[in-house]
């Protein structure tokens, strides 16, 4: 079970589009079930759920945060980037494997 | 309000047992499933394992199967982690999730509860 494959940082302007990736294996992230979230955490906070299922944004999470999905990887794109965006993210998806859960490597965003 | 709160955390020498609790409020506890999820310091997310409505089905990451369990009171709205056998790489800050949809969308956490394995 091994973590799911994030870049270390990501960084853009206020305004600009960014998009992580996350990839894994057809047993995880490319396999049957398209159960694959994204998380923020800030520094010292636990973290949030942006996405669900792959592209489905539970409420109250802008529509700014979207999610997708290509054979093993999926991304997450931050449109329109602002300061509080400034965090960590991290995919998870659903692995065959145990079952059981896989966390990504984790992505540091940094807003110039 | 709608809360997880964990508590238990704290020091332990390697080899020690702790048990973690994380209290529910707010929302209906016995209908969703629960997982742990840690993160060692300065590091990133690691799912734990979890734990289906009626605590009749449990599944943990291979690192701690044997060593740690997971269970639950849903009359108490209570879910644990029992940890035997620590290593100084169990220490992290453990968190309680709940799984919304059962397909590890974890949609509301605890603040977490610090473990420290050492000498």
């Known amino acids: 079970q091994s973590a799911l494959t994030q870049p270390a940082s990501v960084s853009g302007s206020p305004g600009q589009s960014i998009t992580i990736s996350c990839t894994g294996s057809s047993s995880d992230v490319g396999g049957y079930y398209e159960f694959v979230s994204w998380y923020q955490q800030h520094p010292g906070k636990a973290p949030r759920l942006l996405i669900y299922?792959?592209?489905n944004r539970p409420s109250g999470v802008s529509n700014r945060f979207s999610g997708s999905k290509s054979g093993n990887t999926a991304s997450l794109t931050i449109s329109g980037l602002q300061a509080e965006d400034e965090a960590d993210y991290y995919c998870s998806s659903y692995s065959s494997y145990g079952p059981s859960y896989v966390f990504g490597t984790g992505t540091e965003v940094t807003v110039l | 309000e709608v809360q997880l709160v964990e508590s238990g955390g704290g020091l332990v020498q390697p080899g020690g047992s702790l048990r973690l609790s994380c209290a529910a409020s707010?929302?209906?506890?016995?209908?969703?499933?629960i997982s742990w999820v840690r993160q060692a310091p300065g590091k990133g997310l690691e799912w734990v394992g979890n734990v289906n409505q009626d605590g009749g089905t449990t599944h943990h990451v291979d690192s701690i199967k044997g060593r740690f369990t997971i269970s639950r009171d849903n009359p108490q709205n209570s879910l644990f982690l029992q940890m035997n056998s620590l290593r100084p790489e169990d220490t992290a800050v453990y968190y309680c999730?709940?799984?919304?949809?059962?397909?590890?969308?974890?949609?509301?956490w605890g603040q977490g509860t610090l473990v420290t394995v050492s000498s």
């Open positions: 299922d792959v592209s």
């Open positions: 999730a709940r799984d919304r949809y059962g397909r590890g969308s974890h949609d509301l």
């Open positions: 707010g929302f209906t506890f016995s209908s969703y499933w």
